[in-house]
Every structure is written in structure tokens, then in C-alpha cells.
């Protein structure tokens, strides 16, 4: 089917620069560091539409009074998902983001504003007489087209609008232009990738709609015929996808098949995709799958395990562990130092294309969540939380992606723990449990009654006896509370159908 095309823009690295631009978790280094690389990519690629959408005295999503504006009405976003047939995309209502697309929408209006981008208006001038020059000339060449080529020729100069369009943050008209394109395309190959250009632009804005009716599509013509390589691609598009909507249990399985035949760059680097992965596998898979997929996965113990290119090899040559531990009953993997990951579908070939893949990877301390998986499963509850907290604000707080359901992640990790600690055990003692997760007992107490008054956990606490007491839902004793009230509700039907019986026989008579 080809190349893929249509894959450099949107440059969906600014949208996380705008996010931490904006955002109160990150601190003033994060910021100028994402201020001079905004300003810088605007100047560059002449982005007039995203400098006003960003930085306009009364409509920039950077600005107090511009943030909380949107291009799409709640009435009509949640009308926009309703349909007939139950989809897993209609998990969309997780997320109040939906209500007011935006590419600052998931920080719900708590911005930051200390470091701003200034508005320029000779600025923004010249970058719009920019846009009006390239924009002719693609129109000129359009024109010759038409005259003296044909449609394969006119195609290529349409594309090469729409690609503009995205190029400079102009969401209406590179939407429009893609969907003319799609159109008039009839490559199957082609129009995927249009496909996954509007789906990339959904991500940018944080149109969570736009992004699900997309991947819907996407999501036939792949099954129609699609190649290897878009399916693949299509594959992480749908993980984040989930992410972005808290569906963790459906993104674990694409984000985790995904990593082994990783190659959606233009999407997010290599390290960003371990670890979605690795927190969409850690709250949603059982402990059993979470053991071979997550912690003895060797995509990520190549990644979390070591610093070293010797270790990773280690890994992907099959083995189950790239460091010390790998004899051991519950696998531990050495701490990994701060380093850039290094993409496994590039790594340990001569290709001169595999070593830009690997420069541009941001360096990242992978140590907490390698913390977090090893010491959740070996029952290291104290160094879970301390792990769990580091993971809070140096990665849920700071991502776009996963920022906005960060409070949620965090208190399902806990009652994922608690569940593993108390299903072990008929009655815990309150000291004994504070003290395996380094809390108070009071602190203890206040987090687990909510889950046990939302029947989340199955046991009581006694306070005066200090206490926990599980109740167990299976065995002899479940077996019985079945037979009771099954037969309740049996007896309870029968005698309705007793009453009928003699009401109509007493008709006869």
C-alpha cells in the first residue's frame, strides 16, 4: 500500500509544551524550558492560527478570559456520542473534558499563568502574511495541475494544503481539507492515513469526539484490507485513545501488544508509550497477567531494568530478566538510572535511520515505576505508596494524556493494593496493615471506609478489637447465602403465579 504519508504534523510534542506551559503542577524551569520551544516552533513554522488560539488578548486559551471558551457545546458533544449500539468509545462520559474541547480542556480552567506567551500583533501579522504567500503558491501549483496533470498530480497539491493547515494549527480548515482529500481518494492505504492525520489533530485540540468517531472509522477501513504497519499504528492510537478516556482496562491490551512493533513516532516517543503502557496494565490486569505482561514483560525490563545496551539485549533475547533477580521466586528489577529509552524495534540494528529514534528520546527516571510494579506485586506496600506518590507528581501531574484522571489512577492503585493485602488474610489487625503501608492507623481507617461503604472491599473494621475482618464471597458460606436467596426469589415468583392461577380460575367459575 505504500508509504505512510501525512504523518509529521501536528507537531503533538507543543500540545504537551502548551500543557505544561500551563499547568500549576510544573515548576518555572518546565516552563520557560516550553515557553522558548513554543515561541520558537510559531516563529518556525509560522503558526499565526495557533499563536491567536493560544495568546490572543481576548480569546487565548492561554489567557484567563480565553480559557473556558469552546468550539463545541455541551448539549452538542454529548448528543455527538449518543448511538444506538453500546461501544466501548462511549466512555466518553468518564471525562467532563468532552463538554468543552480544548487543548487546555483536561486541566478544567485551574491554569497557571505566571510564565504567558505575549501577544505580538506585528508578530502575528507577519505570520499570517506568511501563511497567505505559502497558501497561494500551493493554490498556483494546484492550478497547474488541474491544466497540465492529473488527478494523482492534484491530489498530491490538495494533501499538501491540508498538511499546512495542520502544519500551523489551523483545526476547521485542516479538517475540512482532510475530509475533501479522503473524499476524493480511493488508495485504502491513503485514506487511513488521512484518517489517522484527524485523529492526530483530535489529540492535539483534545477533541475526545472528533478522536472516537475517528478511530471508529480508522477502525473499518483497517478491517477492510489494511497493511501490517497501519494496523500496528492504528493499535496505539486506540490505547491512547482509551487512556485519555479512563477506560484503562480496554487501552492495556493495545498499549502492551504495541510495544514489541512500536514505529508511531509522529504519535509519542518510545518512552512515553512504556509508560502508558505500564500504568494501564498495573490498575487493570489481574495479578497473574500483570506478572507476564508488566513485570516480566522484556519490552519494559529492557526499558526499566537497566542502563546499560547489554541488559536491554538480554532482554529481548528471551530471557525473563535483564538483571539480578531473575532466579528469585518474585522478580525485583535493579533500579534503573535516569537515561533515554531506546525504542525495541530499532535497537541492536546498524541502520543509520534507528539512531535519530533513539537521540530523541527525552531522558527520564524510570526508577518509581519500576518501584511501583515490583514492589505491588512482591507485596512491598510501604515502598508501593512512597512509589505510588512519586509516580502522582512526576508523571500523572505532568502529561496531558494523563493529568486529568490522575486522582482516579491513584485511588484505584490503593484499593488494588488493599484488595491483595486483605484477600490473603480472614482478620488483619489495623496496627499490623498501617504499618505494612507506612501509614497512621487513623489514615488508614478514613481511606478504607469509602471503598468498604461502596462495597469495593468485602470486610469490616472493628475498631475496639482493632481489627479487619474479610468476608469472604466464595467457598461453602457463599455457596449458601446463593441457595438462600436464589430460593427467596423463587418463592417469591411462585407465589405471584399462585395468585394468577386462582384469579383466573376463579374466572371460570
Not at 520551544?37 to 478570559?65: V, W
Not at 514483560?297 to 538483571?323: H, K, N, Q, Y
Request: glycine fraction near 8%; hydrophobic fraction near 35%; charged fraction near 25%.
Amino acid at each position: 500500500m505504500g508509504e505512510p504519508q501525512y504523518l509529521r504534523y501536528p507537531l503533538l510534542p507543543l500540545a504537551q509544551s502548551v500543557f505544561t506551559l500551563a499547568s500549576p503542577y510544573t515548576d518555572k524551569p518546565a516552563k520557560h524550558q516550553s515557553l522558548e520551544t513554543l515561541q520558537n516552533a510559531i516563529r518556525e513554522n509560522k503558526m499565526a492560527p495557533l499563536y491567536h488560539y493560544l495568546s490572543h488578548p481576548q480569546t487565548g486559551k492561554l489567557n484567563a478570559s480565553g480559557e473556558g471558551s469552546s468550539s463545541q457545546s455541551p448539549v452538542s458533544s454529548r448528543a455527538s456520542t449518543a448511538g444506538k449500539g453500546q461501544s466501548p468509545f462511549q466512555l466518553l462520559r468518564r471525562t467532563s473534558s468532552i463538554n468543552a474541547p480544548s487543548i487546555l480542556g483536561v486541566l478544567g480552567g485551574k491554569t497557571d499563568s505566571s510564565v504567558g506567551l505575549p501577544w505580538d500583533e506585528a508578530l502575528y501579522k507577519e505570520l499570517q502574511e506568511e501563511n497567505e504567500k505559502e497558501l497561494e503558491a500551493i493554490q498556483k501549483e494546484e492550478d497547474e495541475a488541474v491544466e497540465k496533470s492529473g488527478e494523482t498530480e492534484i491530489a498530491s497539491v490538495q494533501g499538501k494544503r491540508a498538511e499546512y493547515y495542520a502544519r500551523i494549527g489551523d483545526k476547521e480548515k485542516s479538517l475540512a481539507e482532510f475530509e475533501k482529500l479522503l473524499e476524493k481518494t480511493h488508495i485504502l492505504g491513503t485514506r487511513i492515513d488521512i484518517v489517522l492525520a484527524i485523529i492526530r489533530i483530535g489529540l492535539f485540540f483534545d477533541d475526545k469526539v472528533l478522536v472516537k468517531k475517528s478511530i471508529d472509522r480508522a477502525q473499518q477501513l483497517v478491517e477492510s484490507g489494511g497493511d501490517w504497519d497501519r494496523r500496528n499504528r492504528l493499535k496505539s492510537y486506540t490505547g491512547l485513545h482509551l487512556l485519555t478516556i479512563r477506560a484503562h482496562n480496554l487501552a492495556a491490551v493495545p498499549l502492551l501488544d504495541s510495544l514489541s512493533t512500536f514505529t508511531s513516532t509522529e504519535l509519542c516517543p518510545y518512552s512515553s508509550i512504556v509508560v502508558y503502557a505500564t500504568l494501564a496494565g498495573a490498575v487493570a490486569l489481574p495479578r497473574r497477567d500483570f506478572k507476564t505482561k508488566v513485570v516480566d514483560a522484556p519490552e519494559i525490563r529492557a526499558v526499566f531494568g537497566s542502563a546499560s545496551t547489554e541488559d536491554r539485549l538480554a532482554a529481548l533475547s528471551g530471557s525473563v530478566s535483564a538483571g539480578p533477580g531473575a532466579e528469585s521466586g518474585v522478580d525485583t528489577p535493579p533500579v534503573s538510572k535516569p537515561g533515554a529509552a531506546v525504542n525495541l524495534t530499532t535497537l541492536g540494528t546498524a541502520s543509520s535511520s534507528s539512531a535519530p529514534a533513539v537521540s530523541e528520546e527525552p531522558e527520564i527516571d524510570f526508577t518509581p515505576l519500576a518501584t511501583l510494579i515490583s514492589s505491588l506485586y512482591a507485596g512491598n506496600y510501604a515502598s508501593f505508596f512512597k512509589a505510588l506518590a512519586t509516580v502522582e507528581s512526576d508523571f500523572l501531574s505532568r502529561d496531558r494524556y494523563l493529568y486529568e484522571h490522575k486522582a482516579w489512577y491513584v485511588r484505584e492503585m490503593r484499593l488494588k493494593a488493599y484488595s491483595q493485602l486483605l484477600q490473603s488474610y480472614r482478620v488483619v489487625g489495623l496496627d499490623s496493615m498501617a504499618q505494612s503501608f507506612g501509614v497512621s492507623v487513623e489514615w488508614l481507617d478514613r481511606d478504607l471506609a469509602p471503598f468498604i461503604a461502596g462495597r469495593r472491599l468485602n470486610c469490616v473494621i472493628d475498631r475496639v478489637k482493632g481489627i479487619i475482618e474479610t468476608q469472604r464471597g466464595g467457598g461453602k458460606d457463599g455457596q449458601y447465602n446463593d441457595v438462600v436467596k436464589q430460593g427467596d426469589q423463587l418463592i417469591t415468583k411462585l407465589q405471584k403465579y399462585g395468585q394468577v392461577v386462582r384469579l383466573r380460575g376463579s374466572e371460570r367459575s
